[in-house]
Nanobody, 128 residues
Framework: QVQLVETGGGLVQAGGSLRLSCAASGRTFNPYAMGWFRQAPGKEREFVTTIRWSDGSAAVTDSVKNRFTISRDYAKNTMYLQMNTLKPEDTAVYYC?????????????????????WGQGTQVTVSS
């Protein structure tokens, strides 16, 4: 069983930065990909960014492009999200998720239904 734990959320002023971490544990962890999603109050969960575990290639949604960077530490089974130039509209609960290794679909999955494991989420609040 895979467990994902997010850390690093908090309150920050607009224009500031935060770094989220997602640590994975389990007997064997070798996902096809991991990703970050977010959900603001009253809105659906939305894709933010994803990284293919094997080669580190990534995709990111347009609204955070050039501001957010996803990365992973293969040896530590940990994924990161560096968030810069934060805006109030980035306020949401951020979830990390993982895709099982035997995956078939787009190279960089953006559909939350493609992700099999989820963390509990961490709150990010950006004040104006």
């Amino acid at each position: 069983q895979v467990q994902l734990v997010e850390t690093g959320g908090g309150l920050v002023q607009a224009g500031g930065s935060l770094r989220l971490s997602c640590a994975a544990s389990g007997r064997t962890f070798n996902p096809y990909a991991m990703g970050w999603f977010r959900q603001a109050p009253g809105k659906e969960r939305e894709f933010v960014t994803t990284i293919r575990w094997s080669d580190g290639s990534a995709a990111v949604t347009d609204s955070v492009k050039n501001r957010f960077t996803i990365s992973r530490d293969y040896a530590k089974n940990t994924m990161y999200l560096q968030m810069n130039t934060l805006k109030p509209e980035d306020t949401a609960v951020y979830y990390c998720a993982a895709v099982q290794p035997f995956y078939s679909g787009p190279v960089h999955p953006t559909d939350p239904g493609k992700y099999h494991y989820w963390g509990q989420g961490t709150q990010v609040t950006v004040s104006s």
